[in-house]
């Protein structure tokens, strides 16, 4: 997928999220399905959290990353390679244990989540005309899929929406069979 149609297509994803937030109270969006599980509005912190301080702050690394050709070339792990091949996750669920690092924080106002999906969209339409300017040789490490350049960090948070969608529905699920 070009980047310009993936911006496209996280635009859309994000509009998807951003009506599913209109039907939420702040109490559905901070009902969490188990201990081990996060609410949907953590979802939502996660999403904007490792787009902004992840996943584009690596895209921007290799943007502005020298080409040291002394540095060796990081390459993709089998299973980043296979992501990108099929331009998705897989749809099966990843858990990370609870953790002060990694867990969000609960939302404090739906506008705290509108205004962070805004700045992600804004951030990924201010870095995607840089994309084809860049060498792919300079990348940043995934800790799963191994090394990423630019346009693939960049392409990553639109797969990553993409695939919470599946723990959007879960959540919205738990939802309703406990009213």
């Known amino acids: 997928m070009r980047t310009n149609e993936a911006l496209q297509q996280f635009q859309e994803t994000v509009n998807v999220y951003l009506r599913e937030l209109d039907g939420f109270s702040m109490e559905q969006l901070s009902f969490r399905p188990s201990e081990s599980e996060w609410s949907i509005g953590q979802m939502y912190q996660h999403l904007v959290q490792s787009a902004l301080f992840m996943q584009l702050r690596n895209a921007e690394q290799c943007l502005t990353g020298s080409n040291d050709s002394e540095a060796p070339i990081m390459e993709k792990t089998d299973v980043g390679a296979a ?12 858990h990370v244990p609870p953790s002060p690092q990694y867990t969000p924080q609960q939302p404090e106002t739906k506008d705290q989540l509108i205004q962070g999906l805004a700045s992600v969209i804004r951030r990924m339409k201010e ?30 948070v639109e797969m990553h929406y993409r695939h919470h969608l599946l723990q959007l529905n879960r959540l919205k699920q738990a939802i309703g069979e406990r009213h």
């Open 127 to 156: 870095i995607q005309p840089s994309l084809e300017e860049t060498s792919a040789q300079n990348t940043v490490p995934h800790p799963r899929f191994g090394g990423l350049n630019a346009e693939e960090w960049f392409l990553l």
């Open 83 to 94: 992501v990108f091949k099929q331009g998705s996750f897989p749809p099966m669920r990843i």
